[in-house]
T-cell receptor, first 115, second 114 residues
Framework: DAKTTQPPSMDCAEGRAANLPCNHSTISGNEYVYWYRQIHSQGPQYIIHGLKNNETNEMASLIITEDRKSSTLILPHATLRDTAVYYCIAPTPKFHLVSGTALIFGKGTTLSVSS | GAVVSQHPSWVICKSGTSVKIECRSLDFQATTMFWYRQFPKQSLMLMATSNEGSKATYEQGVEKDKFLINHASLTLSTLTVTSAHPEDSSFYIC??????????FGDGTRLSIL
């Protein structure tokens, strides 16, 4: 897995966009970037993933820099329910070829959304 | 989205007893299931990987005789904590996936051993 670096914590006002950065400067050309979040006392929830193009779904947008060394997860209108630990993971390319490869979690970013 | 169901969500039991946790993929056939453990204020730690019909692969430091994993079908895996002791108290989370799909997680089981 490529090493990822995230800030330990961030704050965001309710209704504002939350921009969560992730550095993955050693990522290889065929390693995707995945984002998950874990709300307190629950299992991780898949948010989004991408390779080099920006991606958007109903939960968030993922912006990946052209050199792929960093990415940003954007929650366009954060709510109190978005308070969680957000994990950026760049698994080995084997993850996409073999189902038996697991995601390895780092420490993530604790996002606190307040009113 | 894909749903992974885990049961029970909370269990309290006496030291020395065995506890079984079930993990089911409800709307897809999971080629592989994973078991993680999470201690307070820490990240998830992978315990083992399980493929249907074969023996589980355990991560270094995880006792396979203490944590028995059975993966009898493409939709069900079980984790049995045998002769549980207070130090086994933790949050256990299962996960399921198939090739080409993201990994999906259950809501976890909080195990408390008295």
């Amino acid at each position: 897995d490529a090493k990822t670096t995230q800030p330990p914590s961030m704050d965001c006002a309710e209704g504002r966009a939350a921009n969560l950065p992730c550095n993955h400067s050693t990522i290889s050309g065929n390693e995707y970037v995945y984002w998950y979040r874990q709300i307190h006392s629950q299992g991780p929830q898949y948010i989004i993933h991408g390779l080099k193009n920006n991606e958007t779904n109903e939960m968030a947008s993922l912006i990946i820099t052209e050199d792929r060394k960093s990415s940003t997860l954007i929650l366009p209108h954060a709510t109190l329910r978005d308070t969680a630990v957000y994990y950026c993971i760049a698994p080995t390319p084997k993850f996409h070829l073999v189902s038996g490869t697991a995601l390895i979690f780092g420490k993530g970013t604790t996002l606190s959304v307040s009113s | 989205g894909a749903v992974v169901s885990q049961h029970p969500s909370w269990v309290i039991c006496k030291s020395g007893t065995s506890v079984k946790i079930e993990c089911r993929s409800l709307d897809f056939q999971a080629t592989t299931m994973f078991w993680y453990r999470q201690f307070p204020k820490q990240s998830l730690m992978l315990m083992a990987t399980s493929n249907e019909g074969s023996k589980a692969t355990y991560e270094q430091g995880v006792e396979k005789d203490k944590f028995l994993i059975n993966h009898a079908s493409l939709t069900l895996s079980t984790l049995t904590v045998t002769s549980a002791h207070p130090e086994d108290s933790s949050f256990y989370i299962c996960s399921a996936r198939r090739v080409g799909q993201p990994q999906h997680f259950g809501d976890g089981t909080r195990l408390s051993i008295l």
